[in-house]
């Protein structure tokens, strides 16, 4: 089972460059999400989706766009980086219709903004 | 949302038990416990959950006390591969948002 896909793992961008963090999942999940992780900070929760077409922001949604055409796919997209994104990413997906489903995580987008 | 305190680190032994503690004074009545755990260079994983009766799966055990102020997560057989941060949050809403805080790391001696 693949589960939640991350890719790439690492990537390292100028400031100002553009790029999309690729997530997807093959479990059927309405539910996806994405996570920043920095050093003391644990993980924080920039944008999510309840479904194909509907997206809302979480905690730490600046500098970053979402979409979701399809129930698969949740991509991340940095318009301009900065240094202050460099972080490890995170996509998450679960299904809805048990409120205490897990959470599954895919294993991370390392991410450093030169 | 409803804050839990763990303690910053705690140390195993190879094979011997490990009970992570977690207090949640201002737990309310509705609100889940969570565990998940994050291996160095992966994304967390779900531990286990329970709201008020103690829980068993194939990885730990949950002990919640009685007043729901404090729970404990069980290893019952530390390994090495059991070596991670672990998180105990509250409360997961409709839309399977997480607040995580900064979790317990726990180190496995062999």
């Known amino acids: 089972n693949a589960g939640v896909t991350q890719t790439p793992k690492f990537q390292v961008l100028k400031t100002g460059q553009s790029m999309t963090l690729q997530c997807a999942q093959d479990m059927n999940h309405e539910y996806m999400s994405w996570y920043r992780q920095d050093p003391g900070m644990g993980l924080r929760l920039i944008h999510y989706?309840?479904?194909?077409?509907?997206?809302d922001q979480g905690e730490v949604p600046n500098g970053y766009n979402v979409s979701r055409s399809t129930t698969e796919d949740f991509p991340l997209r940095l318009l301009s980086a900065a240094p202050s994104q460099t972080s490890v990413y995170f996509c998450?997906?679960?299904?809805?219709?048990?409120?205490?489903?897990?959470?599954?995580f895919g294993n991370g987008t390392r991410l450093t903004v030169t | 949302d409803a804050k839990t305190t763990q303690p910053n680190s705690m140390e195993s032994n190879e094979e011997e038990p490990v009970h992570l503690p977690c207090n949640h004074s201002?737990?309310?009545?509705?609100?889940?416990i969570h565990w998940y755990r994050q291996l160095p260079s992966q994304g967390p994983e779900y531990v286990i959950h329970g709201l008020t009766s103690n829980v068993n799966n194939r990885m730990a055990s949950l002990a919640i006390a009685e007043d729901r102020k404090s729970s404990t997560l069980i290893l019952h057989r530390a390994t090495l591969r059991d070596a991670a941060v672990y998180y105990c949050?509250?409360?997961?809403?409709?839309?399977?948002?997480?607040?995580f805080g900064q979790g317990t790391i726990l180190t496995v001696h062999p």
């Open positions: 989706s309840v479904g194909a077409g509907i997206t």
């Open positions: 998450a997906s679960r299904g809805v219709q048990e409120l205490n489903s897990p959470l599954h």
């Open positions: 949050i509250l409360r997961i809403t409709s839309y399977g948002k997480l607040t």
């Open positions: 201002t737990i309310s009545g509705t609100d889940y």
